[in-house]
C-alpha cells in the first residue's frame, strides 16, 4: 500500500470520527434545548427551592431585570410570583463602603471600610460567577434560561469529551465512553439544579480540553485536514483559554485553585518557561480579577464572610423586607464563614481516624463515592494505570491533580466533604470529576465504555429516572438495593441525605441524656416515645450519636464528650414468633423469639467514629447499628382497626456511656 493510499485511509477515518461526533453532538444539542425550553421548572422542582438554590436565582434574576447584584424589596417581591414557598435558604449579607486615600507614608495608599449607609440595600451571598453567566438567558427564557445554559454547557462537553477520545480511539469506542462519562454518572442531576456545580464542572472540563487535545492531537498546528479554526487549538494560546477558565471555577470555588498545577509544572518540565509564565499570569490575573469585582460590588472579597445570615420562611422568621418589622437584624441565622477552624482540622481525631475512615467513604461511601456516583471516573484512572504505554506526564499531572484535590477536599472539610444539605453524591468533588476523562488511553473497541456504563447504571439509574425528584428527595436512592452493602458515612452525620426528613433524624431515644437516632432508610418506622417498629422481613440501618453531658457547676467545662460503651436492647414480638438479628462493627446477636414475647440483652459498641464539625463544642461519637426482622405482621388483619403497617419487632435501645479515654 503506498503512502499516499494511506494518507487518504487516515483522511477517511478522521472524516468518519469527526462526522459521527458532529451529528450525535448537534443531536444531544437539539434534544438538550428542546427539554430545557420546555419544561415547567418550577412544577418539576416541586415548587420549592432545594439547596443553595434560592440565592443564584434571586441573583441571576437580579441581573437580568434590574441590572445590578443588590437585594431589594422587589427581589423578594418577583420571586412569590413564580415559588409560593418562597426564597427558603436564602443567603444574604451587608455590603462595605471603601474609602481608598493618599498617605505619605510606605504603601502611600490606606484603605478603610465602613457599613453600607443604605439599609434598603443586601447583596446576595454567594459567588456572582455562575449567575452572571446566566443572566443573559434568565432575560429571554425566564428561569429556564438556566436549563438553556446548562443545555449549552452539556452539549459542550460531550463535543469535547468526544474530540478528546476520538482524537487517538476508534470513533465508536470513543462515542460509548463519552455518552457514559456524561449521561450515566450523577452529573445529569446537576444539571437540572439552579446552583453553581455543573456550571463548575463544564468550565473545568472545557479548560482541560484547551490544555490536553493539543497533546492528543499533535504538536504542530500544521496537520493534514486542520482548518484555521481549529489551529489555535494546537498552540498556546488555547493554554490561555484554559487559564481563564481555572481562574472562573477557582472564583466560583475557591478549593479549585491546586487545578492549575498540572498545566504549569508541565510547561516547567518541558523548560517552557514563558508558556509556564504565561498560565500563572493569566490564571492569577483572572481569578484576583474577580475577587476585586466582588469588593467593587459588596466591599469584601469574601462572598461568604462578613455580616452574612441564610433565611427561611416559617422557621426562620422570613425574609428581610417581607414586612416592615422584618429586617436584616431580626430574621436569618448566623452563616459567616471568616476563618479555618484550624483547632478541629488538626486535632489528631481529624488527621488520624476521620482521615482514615474519610479515604474508603470516598471511593465507596454509600451516598458520596466516587465509585458509585462516578464510576466512569474510576474506570478512566483504572484504565490508565493499567496501560503498558501511551501514558504520558501531563496524565501523570492530571492524575496527581485529581485525587490531590480529593486528599484537600477530605483534609479541610472532613465533616463535610460532600457539601452542606444533603446532596446526591459529592457535589463538592463534581468539579474535579471531569479531569478523569482525559486520563483515558487509546481505545479501539467500544468494550470498555459499555462495561463502564453498565456498572455505572446499576448505581446511577434510580437517580437519573428522575433527576428532579432525586434532587428533592436525595436519600430515596440509597436506601434500597446495592446502596444497602456500602458503608454509611458516620463522619458526616449531619449532612446526610437524610436530613432533608427532619423527622429520621436526631431523633432522641433511651439514655441519660438521650441518645439521637439517625434512620437511614425507610425499614423503622418513626419513633414511638422511646422506642420504634423495625419493619418485617426488612433490614433497617441506624446511626447513633452519643450527646454531650452537660454540666451544671460553673466551675467546670459545661460540655463533655461521652461515648457509648454498650447497648442495651429490648425487643418486642407481635402474634409471630420472629428471628431478630442485631449488630453492631463490635458484635452481632441472633435472638430468636417466641410470639407475643420480650427479650432483652446487651451488645458491645465499637470505639465510635469521632465527630466534631463545630470548635465551640467538644466531640461527639458515632456509631453504626443495624437491626433485621426474619418476620413480620400487618396488625390490622391480627388485630383489627386500621394499622396497615407491616411491623416486625419493637426495639427500644438504652445506650450505657464512658467518658473517651
Known amino acids: 500500500m503506498s503512502v499516499d493510499t494511506n494518507m487518504a485511509t487516515r483522511l477517511q477515518g478522521r472524516s468518519l470520527a469527526w462526522r459521527l461526533g458532529a451529528s450525535v453532538t448537534a443531536a444531544v444539542g437539539v434534544c438538550m434545548l428542546a427539554w430545557a425550553l420546555s419544561v415547567d421548572f418550577v412544577k418539576a422542582s416541586s415548587g420549592g427551592f432545594f439547596g443553595d438554590a434560592a440565592t443564584y436565582y434571586g441573583l441571576a434574576h437580579s441581573l437580568a431585570n434590574d441590572g445590578d447584584f443588590a437585594y431589594r424589596r422587589e427581589d423578594l417581591v418577583r420571586v412569590w410570583q413564580e415559588y409560593p414557598a418562597g426564597p427558603e435558604g436564602l443567603f444574604l449579607k451587608r455590603g462595605r463602603d471603601l474609602e481608598v486615600g493618599v498617605t505619605g507614608a510606605f504603601p502611600f495608599i490606606e484603605i478603610s471600610s465602613h457599613a453600607d449607609p443604605d439599609e434598603s440595600r443586601l447583596f446576595f451571598a454567594k459567588s456572582f460567577i455562575y449567575p452572571l453567566f446566566a443572566t443573559p438567558f434568565v432575560w429571554l427564557f425566564g428561569t429556564n434560561g438556566f436549563l438553556v445554559l446548562h443545555a449549552l454547557l452539556m452539549t459542550g462537553c460531550f463535543l469535547c469529551a468526544y474530540a478528546f477520545l476520538a482524537a487517538r480511539s476508534h470513533p465508536v469506542a470513543a462515542l460509548v465512553f463519552a455518552g457514559a462519562f456524561l449521561f450515566v454518572s450523577v452529573v445529569p442531576v446537576y444539571v437540572v439544579q439552579l446552583a453553581p456545580d455543573f456550571f463548575n464542572f463544564a468550565v473545568i472540563l472545557f479548560a482541560y480540553f484547551f490544555w490536553c487535545f493539543k497533546e492528543v492531537a499533535g504538536p504542530s498546528p500544521v496537520v493534514p485536514g486542520r482548518t484555521w479554526q481549529t489551529r489555535w487549538l494546537l498552540s498556546m494560546r488555547s493554554d490561555a483559554v484554559a487559564a481563564v477558565l481555572l481562574g472562573i471555577a477557582t472564583f466560583s470555588k475557591p478549593t479549585h485553585v491546586m487545578l492549575i498545577a498540572p498545566l504549569v509544572v508541565s510547561a516547567m518540565l518541558r523548560r517552557q518557561w514563558w508558556r509556564a509564565s504565561l498560565i500563572g499570569v493569566v490564571f492569577a490575573a483572572v481569578t484576583a480579577g474577580l475577587f476585586g469585582m466582588n469588593i467593587a460590588v459588596t466591599g469584601e472579597w469574601n462572598y461568604q464572610g462578613g455580616d452574612r445570615k441564610t433565611f427561611y420562611g416559617r422557621e426562620g422568621g422570613g425574609f428581610p423586607f417581607q414586612s416592615e418589622r422584618k429586617v436584616f437584624e431580626t430574621v436569618g441565622l448566623d452563616r459567616t464563614t471568616n476563618a479555618v477552624p484550624v483547632e478541629v482540622l488538626t486535632s489528631r481525631d481529624a488527621l488520624v481516624e476521620v482521615f482514615r475512615h474519610n479515604l474508603g467513604y470516598f471511593f465507596l461511601g454509600r451516598h458520596t463515592g466516587f465509585a458509585v ?289
Open 373 to 661: 456516583y462516578f464510576f466512569p471516573g474510576m474506570m478512566a484512572m483504572l484504565l490508565f494505570l493499567l496501560a503498558t504505554r501511551d501514558r504520558a506526564m501531563w496524565q501523570w499531572l492530571t492524575l496527581a491533580a485529581g485525587l490531590g484535590s480529593a486528599i484537600v477536599l477530605l483534609l479541610y472539610m472532613p465533616f463535610t466533604y460532600s457539601g452542606g444539605g444533603g446532596p446526591v453524591g459529592n457535589r463538592y468533588f463534581l468539579g474535579t470529576y471531569g479531569l478523569f476523562l482525559f486520563l483515558v488511553p487509546p481505545l479501539q473497541t467500544p468494550v470498555s465504555g459499555l462495561i463502564t456504563l453498565a456498572i455505572s447504571a446499576l448505581f446511577v439509574s434510580p437517580i437519573l429516572s428522575n433527576p428532579f425528584y432525586a434532587s428533592t428527595h436525595p436519600a430515596e436512592h440509597s436506601k434500597s438495593g446495592i446502596f444497602t452493602w456500602l458503608p454509611t458515612e458516620l463522619t458526616m452525620v449531619n449532612d446526610l441525605p437524610v436530613n432533608v426528613s427532619p423527622s429520621r433524624t436526631r431523633q432522641p431515644l433511651g439514655g441519660t441524656p438521650p441518645v439521637f437516632a439517625y434512620f437511614i432508610d425507610d425499614n423503622a418506622y418513626n419513633r414511638e416515645g422511646d422506642a420504634f417498629w423495625v419493619r418485617g422481613r426488612s433490614r433497617a440501618d441506624i446511626l447513633l450519636r452519643a450527646p454531650l453531658s452537660i454540666e451544671t457547676t460553673a466551675d467546670v467545662t459545661p460540655h463533655r464528650s461521652l461515648r457509648i460503651d454498650r447497648l442495651t436492647v429490648h425487643l418486642e414480638t407481635g402474634p409471630r414468633p420472629n428471628r431478630v438479628t442485631v449488630s453492631t462493627a463490635g458484635e452481632s446477636r441472633a435472638i430468636d423469639m417466641a410470639a407475643g414475647s420480650q427479650q432483652s440483652f446487651e451488645i458491645a459498641m465499637p470505639a465510635g467514629v469521632p465527630y466534631r464539625p463545630d470548635p465551640r463544642y467538644p466531640t461527639n461519637y458515632v456509631y453504626f447499628l443495624s437491626i433485621e426482622s426474619e418476620t413480620g405482621f400487618v396488625p390490622m388483619f391480627e388485630t383489627g382497626g386500621s394499622d396497615n403497617r407491616f411491623l416486625g419487632v419493637m426495639v427500644r435501645l438504652v445506650p450505657h456511656y464512658a467518658e473517651p479515654n
